[in-house]
């Protein structure tokens, strides 16, 4: 009897945590929720974050978590993990990651290594506690560094990179500033202040209205009040009244002394 060979296993989860610090977690929401908001509109564009990507079939050892990564060409969905072969065997085009304490020197030069290897056009490091920014773009083939990271725009994304007291800022190709949901939240909250006071004016403006028209049917009614004791009366409102006639006096007769 032949001897089977059992299916390779791709797990979803490689057992480490997404992020070593509220700080690197708050970066990577920033990044990501940025990006799924840019392409929102865009059903062929899947951005990913912190998922495990797969780039071999049948080797699932060979595998990184990339923070945040954005594939152009492959629809929005759900995914456990991203297994390549399945995906029209397209690479992630774009790769964030965001540097913590707990990131070694190795390691991240293994991660360059890997998807430098495995066809990624642009890979971007931010470390928020060195307040430092790097790049690399594929130049004939390999990982070339960016010169400057302030004012670079990202040739897939369209998005502009700089840093602003040491913070990283993504700008919209419109050149709105991603946010954070801090941001978001007040943005949301002081629309919503401006509904509330826009609907308290127009109900106001309703309730003015309302006041008129009833002030309206009260004259309305008084009038008709007037126009019925008119008629008890004698009078007809709706005639014109009848001239006042007027007699001659006799011319009086010079006086002769």
Same mark, same amino acid.
């Given at each position: 009897?032949?001897?089977?060979s059992?299916p ?6 490689d057992g ?6 509220t700080?690197q977690?708050e970066?990577?929401?920033y990044?990501k929720? %940025? ?5 929102s509109? !865009? #059903?062929?564009?899947f951005?990913? $974050?912190n998922?495990?990507?797969?780039p071999i &079939?049948g080797?699932p050892?060979r595998?990184?978590?990339?923070d945040?990564?954005?594939v152009?060409?492959?629809p929005?969905r759900?995914?456990?993990s991203y297994q390549?072969w ?6 992630p085009?774009?790769v ?7 990131n070694t020197i190795?390691?991240?030069?293994c991660?360059?290594?890997f998807?430098d290897?495995? %066809?990624?056009e642009e890979?971007?490091i931010? !470390? #928020?506690?060195?307040?430092?920014? $790097?790049?690399?773009?594929r130049?004939?083939? &390999?990982?070339?560094?960016i010169?400057?990271?302030d004012?670079w725009v990202?040739p ?7 840093l ?6 993504l ?8 946010e954070?949901y801090?941001q978001?939240a007040?943005r949301?909250?002081?629309e919503r202040e401006r509904?509330d ?10 309730e003015q209205?309302?006041?008129l028209?009833e002030?309206?049917?009260q004259q309305?009614?008084?009038?008709q ?5 008119l008629?008890?009366?004698g009078v007809d409102?709706d ?5 006042e ?8 007769e010079p006086?002769h002394?």
């Amino acid at each position: 009897m032949a001897a089977t060979s059992n299916p390779a296993t791709y797990a979803d989860m490689d057992g480490l945590p997404m992020a070593d610090s509220t700080v690197q977690f708050e970066w990577i929401v920033y990044i990501k929720k %940025g990006l799924d908001w840019l392409f929102s509109d !865009d #059903p062929q564009v899947f951005v990913g $974050g912190n998922l495990l990507w797969y780039p071999i &079939e049948g080797d699932p050892k060979r595998r990184q978590a990339p923070d945040v990564m954005v594939v152009f060409g492959r629809p929005k969905r759900n995914r456990g993990s991203y297994q390549q072969w399945l995906e029209a065997d397209i690479p992630p085009q774009v790769v964030f990651e965001v540097v913590s304490y707990g990131n070694t020197i190795p390691e991240m030069t293994c991660k360059f290594q890997f998807y430098d290897r495995h %066809g990624v056009e642009e890979y971007y490091i931010y !470390d #928020p506690d060195r307040a430092s920014l $790097g790049g690399f773009i594929r130049q004939d083939g &390999e990982f070339e560094a960016i010169d400057s990271m302030d004012g670079w725009v990202s040739p897939y994304l369209g998005v502009g990179f700089g840093l602003q007291d040491g913070r990283l800022e993504l700008v919209r190709p419109n050149g709105q500033p991603f946010e954070t949901y801090e941001q978001l939240a007040a943005r949301a909250e002081e629309e919503r202040e401006r509904a509330d006071q826009e609907s308290l004016h127009n109900e106001a403006a309703q309730e003015q209205i309302l006041q008129l028209e009833e002030q309206l049917n009260q004259q309305r009614a008084e009038v008709q009040r007037l126009r019925s004791h008119l008629k008890l009366l004698g009078v007809d409102p709706d005639q014109p009244p009848a001239p006042e006639s007027t007699s001659e006096l006799p011319a009086s007769e010079p006086s002769h002394e």
